[in-house]
């Protein structure tokens, strides 16, 4: 994964954050930031973990 990939997915997971944290202070809906901080996680996850493999003819 290249860096710029790796910082701009950090960057999405802070802003994430604090979308959440607003979220609990009754700022923006609570059930709008949940989801877009397990997105932010789940597509950092899944680019930390995807590797280009070779599976055969």
Known sequence: ?????VTSLLC???VSFFLQ???I???IPLYVSSPILFL???V???GLR???RFKGF
């Open 1 to 5: 994964m290249k860096k710029v990939t």
């Open 12 to 14: 999405l997971i802070f």
């Open 21 to 23: 944290l607003l979220g």
């Open 25 to 27: 202070m009754h700022v």
């Open 40 to 42: 932010s996680f789940l």
């Open 44 to 46: 950092f996850i899944y």
């Open 50 to 52: 995807y590797k280009k």
